[in-house]
């Protein structure tokens, strides 16, 4: 049977809904023994929500069923051959994860303007169009640094200058 | 009454209201189009200049930048697919396709011209339903709030688009993202780290979830048409188009002014409401979330509707609705006014002036959106591959300066590769966003509606406005689930006939 984007969407849904209803609110949604009033318990809702979408899920995957045996019978290729089959988009996915995860650990280290052109460097690479080479690395240096003076200056925002910075800058000064 | 209004006259038509009013809406209108720089925040940081400044000329300057900021957001929701503000998030669903069809401009000239007739229709309303809106909105408590919350989250059927199952799904991710952090009693759900505990911010979630798939899209897919620039086609709005949209204008304005008069509801939840109305009645209700005007106009009518409208709580009974309204209550404390009944009583010509001002201001937000619009609209001429990588930096910033928190910068990302995989599984995104923002108020209201009836559930129908959402949301559940089973049937007939 060739599943289709509806059926990943019911697993996907159902699965989540579950984990949500059976592991993340018993240990994450704590019941207080004291509850003011005749207030419901904070777990009510988030039960009847995972409740409703573990229902929409199921009922996804039964009503992707009738699609999926005609995509079949009409040797359609399903979407999970098509993604699986094409492995460059699943490393560029990989890649953009891998990144983004880069960043959110590397900004406190190497502090938010380095990692901000560094980010839009990597992503203007990875859009894999290099026509405007000066554009790109013009901006990516400029741009950053602009939105960082807008910022400091009108929000008064304290951007973190980084472990690795601050070290360097405290030992300059210590000498 | 004409007398006052006479010498309120005179004393707004100064140079410097004029100048506050100015700039205010223009530094508005910038610091909305910012994806992540907030109308809260606009009107925080002007705070302390208003020290320096008349009573009037203060309030106008607050008022002037809470407007432009709201219209300012609808600028980067058509054409970035960001919105700036939350109110603007519902522009987004047919502002952005249009910009990317090469009518963004058409897209940006019916955002401003509804935004300027809402606004105008709520300072009328100023004038003349300040009192009545004020005594309405008194009457609305938990039971009715919960309701008119319930009729709201029936707009998840109205976008859900070719799924309602899947519209729903959307919804209840929304739903349970809703309930991350500190509840109204104090406890903290799915609290994974220190930082979950204050819950997740709504700007970063909406940008995440609209702004960033477009991007992952591109560095993913790396379609060719992306090194083109969009096309810039016709962007004159034509009189067909306006009078089209002319009953979504007027309603959506009236909502605004109606939604906007209640404490706690906000612009937001107006621009939902008139969206989902406009689409419900109107003949091309179909083609809304794939660029119908119709659909701009609505939204954007009633956010602004909404701006005006909750200076009516706030002035009849001193009463702040939202964050905006409650900086704006500070600044009035602070030149000695109080504002409440005894304000029309002893500071009547104050209040005049402030009406006259604020109708003035429309003024200047037209002057002010037409002068942008065409600047703005350059935008579209950069190709994708330099526009989207920046975009992702602009929120980056934006995001972090609103509480200096790289929690927020990592939920943004994360919502950014969650709105990616639900445009891979066509799973609409539309619903999550209604359901995020209402579904706190939702809960809330049914929590504090059950704790005060000691968990009766008759507390629900003890009003006539109640039971008037109450029958709305009967009625449209009925019909949306008529037209499901209407569609089911004709998709098996189609198929059985295929089949012979």
């Given at each position: 049977m060739n599943q289709n984007r509806d059926f990943y969407a019911g697993l996907v849904a159902t699965v989540f809904f579950a984990v949500i209803l059976f592991v993340l609110i018993p240990i994450y949604v704590k019941v207080p023994s004291f509850i003011p009033g005749f207030a419901p318990p904070p777990d009510m809702w988030p039960r009847v929500v995972a409740i409703v979408g573990l229902v929409m899920g199921v009922l996804a995957l039964v009503l992707s069923y009738p699609k999926m045996r005609e995509a079949s019978r009409n040797q359609v290729e399903g979407l999970g051959n098509r993604i699986l089959g094409n492995k460059t988009h699943l490393m560029r996915f990989g890649a953009v994860l891998i990144l983004f995860a880069a960043f959110v650990y590397g900004m406190p280290l190497i502090g938010f303007v380095p990692a901000t052109v560094l980010l839009l460097g990597v992503l203007f690479i990875m859009?894999?169009?290099?026509?405007?080479k000066f554009w790109m690395i013009g901006l990516s240096i400029i741009f950053p640094v602009l939105l960082y003076l807008l910022f400091t200056k009108v929000t008064h925002t304290p951007f973190p200058e980084g472990k690795l910075l601050s070290f360097s800058l405290s030992d300059l000064v210590t000498l | 009454m004409w007398n006052e209004l006479l010498y309120a006259f005179e004393a707004v038509a100064t140079l410097p209201n004029f100048l506050a009013m100015f700039a205010g809406i223009w530094a508005g209108v910038i610091i909305g189009a910012i994806?992540?720089?907030t109308g809260t925040m606009a009107v925080t940081l002007a705070l302390p200049f208003?020290?320096?400044?008349?009573p009037v000329t203060s309030i106008l300057l607050l008022v002037a930048l809470y407007k432009g900021s709201t219209y300012g957001g609808s600028i980067s929701a058509i054409l970035?697919?960001?919105?700036?503000?939350?109110?603007a998030a519902c522009t987004v669903l047919d502002g952005y396709p249009l910009a990317r069809a090469g009518k963004g401009g058409k897209a940006l000239n019916m955002a401003l011209i509804s935004s300027c007739i809402g606004d105008f229709i709520s300072n009328i309303s100023l004038f003349f339903l300040a009192i009545p809106l004020a005594t309405f909105a008194l009457r609305v408590g938990p039971p009715e709030f919960f309701m008119l919350m319930a009729f709201s989250l029936t707009i998840v059927a109205s976008i859900s688009g070719r799924s309602l199952v899947l519209g729903i799904i959307s919804a209840c991710l929304g739903l349970l993202l809703a309930t991350v952090g500190e509840d109204i009693y104090g406890s903290y759900r799915f609290?994974?780290?220190?930082?979950?505990k204050s819950g997740l911010g709504m700007v970063p979630v909406l940008i995440g979830l609209f702004a960033l798939p477009e991007l992952i899209k591109m560095v993913v897919?790396?379609?060719?048409?992306?090194a083109d620039a969009m096309k810039l086609g016709d962007n004159r709005l034509t009189l067909s188009e306006f009078r089209g949209s002319i009953k979504s204008i007027f309603r959506g304005s009236l909502i605004g002014v109606i939604l906007g008069a209640i404490?706690?509801?906000?612009?937001s939840t107006a621009a939902f409401f008139s969206y989902s109305e406009a689409r419900r009645t109107s003949?091309?209700?179909?083609k809304f979330g794939e660029g119908e005007i119709e659909g701009i106009a609505a939204s954007e009518s009633a956010n602004n509707g909404a701006c005006g409208a909750t200076m009516i709580p706030l002035l009849?009974?001193?009463?702040?609705?939202d964050v905006i309204t409650g900086v704006m209550l500070g600044a009035f404390m602070i030149h000695g006014l109080t504002p409440g009944p005894l304000l029309f009583q002893n500071n009547l010509g104050d209040v005049y002036a402030l009406f006259i001002g604020i109708l003035f201001s429309s003024v200047f937000l037209f002057v002010a959106g037409k002068a942008t619009a065409g600047a703005f609209t350059k935008?579209?001429?950069?190709?994708q591959t330099l526009l989207l990588p920046c975009i992702l930096i602009l929120c980056v910033y934006g995001i972090y300066s609103i509480?200096?928190?790289p929690f927020d910068v990592t939920v943004l990302l994360v919502m950014g590769v969650v709105g990616f995989v639900m445009m891979l599984l066509n799973i609409p995104a539309a619903p999550f966003l209604i359901a995020f923002i209402l579904g706190p108020m939702f809960e809330d209201n049914m929590r504090r509606s059950l704790a005060i009836s000691r968990g009766d559930l008759g507390v629900f129908f003890q009003s006539w406005i109640s039971w008037g959402f109450f029958a709305l949301t009967i009625l449209f559940v009925t019909l949306t689930i008529r037209r499901e089973w209407n569609k089911w049937r004709s998709n098996r007939n189609a198929d059985t006939a295929s089949a012979s």
């Open positions: 859009t894999g169009n290099f026509e405007r | 994806p992540g720089m208003t020290f320096y400044l008349s970035i697919k960001t919105p700036g503000t939350a109110s609290a994974l780290s220190e930082d979950m897919f790396r379609p060719e048409d992306n404490p706690g509801i906000g612009p003949k091309n209700g179909d009849a009974l001193g009463v702040p609705g935008i579209s001429r950069i190709p509480g200096a928190s």
